[in-house]
């Protein structure tokens, strides 16, 4: 059992915590996303997830024990809900609390009055592209996105491993 409950501003250890255990799935498929928590991308993420706190916008998802073991945090680019970061700890995996956050997600994106929910993601792995596929989002090609998704799919690229299996993705609201 777990509780999606509003993250604060000062969970910003608790959501790098989060993220960097998630981040062990990855390399687990040979794709290191670990950077220095001192990396200019690193900062910005944070920074941003810490705003989107601030602003309502950001959730964790709490077990039975108190334990914060997910979360998600969202934005608004160029108007659009945008889903910044959807992160969920390896052992509390395959429970649901992905599709938890991100019906919360949409729930705040319906709540801002966005017509989509956008986020970005790699294609070649199964726990991204088809997972949120199977979610009722659909890859939208760079062209389509606005200049604020184009610059963050452009940020990405030049930071991240994998730049070429970088996508934009969208689901209607």
């Not at 969920?88 to 949409?106: F, P, S, Y």
Request: proline share 5%; with cysteine; charged share 20%.
């Amino acid at each position: 059992m777990f509780t999606i409950v509003p993250a604060s501003a000062s969970d910003g250890a608790t959501l790098r915590a989060i993220d960097d255990d998630a981040c062990a799935l990855y390399a687990a498929h040979g794709i290191e996303l670990e950077l220095p928590h001192d990396h200019p991308f690193a900062r910005a993420e944070l920074a941003r997830w810490l705003h989107s706190a601030e602003l309502g916008s950001a959730f964790l998802a709490v077990d039975h024990a108190g334990r914060a073991v997910g979360f998600a945090a969202l934005e608004l680019v160029d108007g659009e809900p945008y889903l910044d970061q959807l992160s969920v700890r390896v052992a509390a995996m395959r429970q649901g609390i992905g599709g938890k956050l991100l019906a919360r997600a949409a729930e705040w994106a319906r709540a801002a009055h966005g017509s989509a929910l956008w986020l970005t993601t790699y294609t070649h792995l199964s726990f991204n592209q088809p997972y949120y596929e199977r979610r009722g989002f659909a890859v939208v090609p760079e062209s389509e996105c606005s200049p604020g998704l184009q610059h963050h799919l452009a940020e990405q690229r030049r930071t991240l491993p994998a730049p070429n299996q970088r996508v934009a993705m969208r689901r209607s609201l």
